[in-house]
């Protein structure tokens, strides 16, 4: 499975587009990328999930370049509630080679959205 | 829809004694995943469920944790005996199929 690597933390101000760059050089061909994001004292939440170019939905997009090498999570206007770690994951999600959804966490991006 | 349903959502014991965690997952959700989380890190699976069956437990300490799904719905996760540690908080998630997971709000453990 591919490791990633993204930044410890960030800090950004209200109203702000945040946008997170997660590296993943090692990405296989079946791979999907996926974002979480998780609030203290609560599980994860998935965000997006992408696998080439661009895919948005109501609260992110994710922008994925040709490589797949790398991928970038972007918050439009952030607001203090955007505050949260951010996980930046790879995985076979369609289960070849007998995959099994496996998600494997790094530390994640503390993002602190100030006022 | 009712989300995955995790308790105790506390608990405290001393180390050398046992701990079971239970959870219960988005109904209809075949695949039931237990991960443990240690403060400033991100989730690590241990054990993930299909239906009943085991698909992979390669990171659960099997000497002294344990875990059973007996019907294919709740689950549980037991700890016996415990270390120090062992505190963390245990998430469980539950998906559908290979695709998104939805996690429970955890159970924290602290062992003294």
């Known amino acids: 499975l591919a490791k990633t690597t993204q930044p410890i933390s960030m800090d950004s101000y209200e109203g702000q587009e945040v946008n997170i760059t997660c590296s993943h050089n090692?990405?296989?061909?079946?791979?999907?990328i996926t974002w979480y994001q998780q609030f203290p004292s609560q599980g994860p939440r998935f965000i997006i999930q992408g696998y080439k170019t661009k895919v948005t939905n109501e609260v992110a997009s994710l922008f994925i370049p040709a490589d797949r090498k790398s991928s970038t999570l972007s918050l439009p206007r952030v607001s203090l509630s955007d505050t949260a770690v951010y996980y930046c994951l790879v995985g076979d999600r369609m289960g070849y080679g007998g995959a099994t959804n496996k998600l494997i966490f790094g530390t994640g991006t503390l993002l602190a959205v100030q006022p | 829809e009712a989300g995955v349903a995790q308790s105790p959502r506390y608990k405290i014991i001393e180390k050398r004694q046992s701990v079971a965690f239970w959870c219960n997952p988005i109904?209809?959700?075949?695949?039931l995943y237990w991960y443990q989380q240690i403060l400033g890190q991100g989730p690590k699976l241990l054990i993930q469920?299909?239906?009943?069956?085991?698909?992979?437990d390669s990171q659960l300490p099997k000497d002294r944790f344990s875990a059973e799904r007996l019907k294919g719905v709740d689950s549980t996760l037991k700890i016996q005996p415990a270390k120090l540690e062992d505190s963390a908080v245990y998430l469980c998630?539950?998906?559908?199929?290979?695709?998104?997971?939805?996690f429970g709000p955890g159970t924290r453990l602290l062992v003294l």
């Open positions: 090692n990405i296989a061909t079946n791979d999907y």
């Open positions: 109904s209809g959700h075949a695949t």
């Open positions: 998630a539950s998906s559908g199929g290979l695709e998104t997971q939805y």
């Open positions: 469920f299909q239906n009943n069956g085991v698909v992979d």
